[in-house]
Structures are given as structure tokens and as C-alpha cells.
């Protein structure tokens, strides 16, 4: 089992920055993968980034450049970086950890970008 537990989310104006905290109840490193899923109303989930156990990321087109995923192995939690925050981007963020064949969900945080 792996617990999830999510926080950075808020209400940040266009252009704006926010950061994501996600933090595991194990070892990341002994996680496959990791990543953030967002939803907007009425949307499908989108797949935002991912980053393996190895490091090696992956981003969707649309946040390359402003987004970033990052790890500290110390307290066990992943974080992403969001500049330069649209409108369309109000969603929300979900952390995910894929680990033994499992999948874990956090809570979710919402995200609301003003414009």
C-alpha cells in the first residue's frame, strides 16, 4: 500500500506560479512511477508528467517549458513546478504512484487560475 497526500494547491492569477507537494508513505525509490494527472470540469483527465524511478521524466506538450518535476528522496516526495499558469490550466491535480504492479491515488488538489 502506498498513501499519497497532496498539497501546494490554490488560487493563483495568470502567469503565476504555484508548486505541488506529493509525499509517499515509501521509499519513491521504490516506485516505478510517479506522476500528476489533472481533470477540469467537464474534461477528460489529462496526463500532465511523469518521472520514473530512474529519473527519467516526461511531460505533456502543453506544460513543456513551464512545468517541472522534481524528487527529494529524504522526506519521500515528489513536487511540481508550475509557471507561467493559464486559465485552461484551473484543474484538479492529481499525484499518482504506480509500484508493484498497483496503482495509488492522492487525494487531489485543486488548482484555480485567474485571469
Known amino acids: 500500500q502506498v498513501q499519497l497526500v497532496e498539497s501546494g494547491g490554490g488560487l493563483v492569477q495568470a502567469g503565476g506560479s504555484l508548486r505541488l507537494s506529493c509525499a509517499a508513505s515509501?521509499?519513491?525509490?521504490?516506485?516505478?512511477?510517479m506522476g500528476w494527472y489533472r481533470q477540469a470540469p467537464g474534461k477528460q483527465r489529462e496526463l500532465v508528467v511523469t518521472?520514473?524511478?530512474?529519473?527519467?521524466?516526461s511531460y505533456a506538450n502543453s506544460v513543456k517549458g513551464r512545468f517541472t518535476i522534481s524528487r527529494d528522496s529524504t522526506k519521500n516526495t515528489v513536487y511540481l513546478q508550475m509557471n507561467s499558469l493559464k486559465p485552461e490550466e484551473t484543474a484538479v491535480y492529481s499525484c499518482?504512484?504506480?509500484?508493484?504492479?498497483?496503482?495509488?491515488w492522492g487525494q487531489g488538489t485543486q488548482v484555480t487560475v485567474s485571469s
Open positions: 499518482y504512484a504506480d509500484r508493484l504492479g498497483s496503482t495509488y
Open positions: 515509501v521509499n519513491i525509490f521504490s516506485i516505478n512511477v
Open positions: 518521472i520514473t524511478r530512474g529519473g527519467r521524466t
